[in-house]
C-alpha cells in the first residue's frame, strides 16, 4: 500500500509560480512511478507531467512543457512539480499518483492517488 499526501497549493497571480510537493510512504512505493494530473471544474481528471523514481526520465502535457518541472527527492520520498509562468487555465485540483510506467497519462494507469491539493490563478 502507498500513501501519498500533497501540499503547497494556493492562490497566485498569473504570471507568479507555486511549488507542489507530494510526499510518499508505505513498503511498496520504490517501484511506481510518480505523476502529477489536475481536474478543473467541470472537466475530466488529465495527466500534467510524471517522472520514474530515479529521476532520470520525465514526461509533461504539452499545455505545461517549458513551464513545469517535476522532480524527485528520493530521500524524502518526494515528488515536486515546480510550476512557473502560471496561467489562469492552470486553475485546477491537483492530484499526485502513484503507480504505471513512464509515459502512462490515463489515471486508470495509476493505482494510487493523493487527497488533492486547489491552485488557482488570478487574472
Known amino acids: 500500500q502507498v500513501q501519498l499526501v500533497e501540499s503547497g497549493g494556493g492562490l497566485v497571480q498569473a504570471g507568479g509560480s507555486l511549488r507542489l510537493s507530494c510526499e510518499a510512504s508505505?513498503?511498496?512505493?520504490?517501484?511506481?512511478?510518480m505523476g502529477w494530473f489536475r481536474e478543473a471544474p467541470g472537466q475530466e481528471r488529465v495527466f500534467v507531467a510524471s517522472?520514474?523514481?530515479?529521476?532520470?526520465?520525465?514526461d509533461y502535457a504539452d499545455s505545461v512543457k517549458g513551464r513545469f518541472t517535476i522532480s524527485m527527492d528520493n530521500a524524502k520520498n518526494t515528488v515536486h512539480l515546480q510550476m512557473n509562468s502560471l496561467k489562469v487555465d492552470d486553475t485546477a485540483v491537483y492530484y499526485c499518483?502513484?503507480?504505471?510506467?513512464?509515459?502512462?497519462?490515463?489515471?486508470?494507469?495509476?493505482?494510487?492517488w493523493g487527497q488533492g491539493t486547489q491552485v488557482t490563478v488570478t487574472s
Open positions: 499518483a502513484a503507480g504505471g510506467v513512464l509515459g502512462s497519462i490515463w489515471p486508470r494507469e495509476y493505482s494510487y
Open positions: 508505505g513498503r511498496a512505493f520504490s517501484g511506481y512511478v
Open positions: 517522472i520514474d523514481r530515479t529521476g532520470s526520465g520525465a
